[in-house]
T-cell receptor, first 109, second 112 residues
Framework: AQRVTQPEKLLSVFKGAPVELKCNYSYSGSPELFWYVQYSRQRLQLLLRHISRESIKGFTADLNKGETSFHLKKPFAQEEDSAMYYCALPMDSSYKLIFGSGTRLLVRP | DVKVTQSSRYLVKRTGEKVFLECVQDMDHENMFWYRQDPGLGLRLIYFSYDVKMKEKGDIPEGYSVSREKKERFSLILESASTNQTSMYLC???????????FGPGTRLTVT
């Protein structure tokens, strides 16, 4: 069965430090993976998808099929990156998504 | 700009009441979703609709039902609210063959 695991509930870093939010998945086949973000008092929104291989707000995520991971990285965290981050992958062959339990990133000044 | 609106930001209901949560999207999306968002549990899918009058159960449909009579509107119904249904409820929509979901602001429901 498909599953998404985000092992950290809270990640606290200082401004300017590197950030890595972990996401591991189980999925039969080649999945599409996504990161969604929810800033304080804002709606949940798509941050990036692995298939586009782009950097959004300085964040990147590489799909590692060997380790079944899709970690979200940023070399220098900013205070405005503080938010709740969710990793997601497709639920079976439909267009529904399974979300991880989320990681709260706190970037301290 | 895609707009997904939810009828209430905060709602307080008593145990046993029937509760309606409404969601409206203005982008002609085929897919609509209802989720619960709970700390430590992430987002869990309650129900999904891929067309008018069509619905599929998600991971946690017990105690909930849905209605989609018009393409733009998707309602979540709690037939008899219970305290364990106290949660943040998020509605989302997407195009038929897209994984990019657009979320509403959420309704924080408290059942006392």
């Amino acid at each position: 069965a498909q599953r998404v695991t985000q092992p950290e509930k809270l990640l606290s870093v200082f401004k300017g430090a590197p950030v890595e939010l972990k996401c591991n998945y189980s999925y039969s086949g080649s999945p599409e993976l996504f990161w969604y973000v929810q800033y304080s008092r804002q709606r949940l929104q798509l941050l990036l998808r692995h298939i586009s291989r782009e950097s959004i707000k300085g964040f990147t995520a590489d799909l590692n099929k060997g380790e079944t991971s899709f970690h979200l990285k940023k070399p220098f965290a900013q205070e405005e990156d503080s938010a709740m981050y969710y990793c997601a992958l497709p639920m079976d062959s439909s267009y529904k998504l399974i979300f991880g339990s989320g990681t709260r990133l706190l970037v301290r000044p | 700009d895609v707009k997904v609106t939810q009828s209430s930001r905060y709602l307080v209901k008593r145990t046993g009441e029937k509760v309606f949560l409404e969601c409206v999207q203005d982008m002609d999306h085929e897919n609509m979703f209802w989720y619960r968002q709970d700390p430590g549990l992430g987002l869990r899918l309650i129900y999904f609709s891929y067309d008018v009058k069509m619905k599929e159960k998600g991971d946690i449909p017990e105690g909930y039902s849905v209605s989609r009579e018009k393409k733009e509107r998707f309602s979540l119904i709690l037939e008899s609210a219970s305290t364990n249904q106290t949660s943040m409820y998020l509605c989302a929509s997407s195009f038929q063959f897209s994984y990019e979901q657009y979320f509403g602001p959420g309704t924080r429901l408290t059942v006392t």
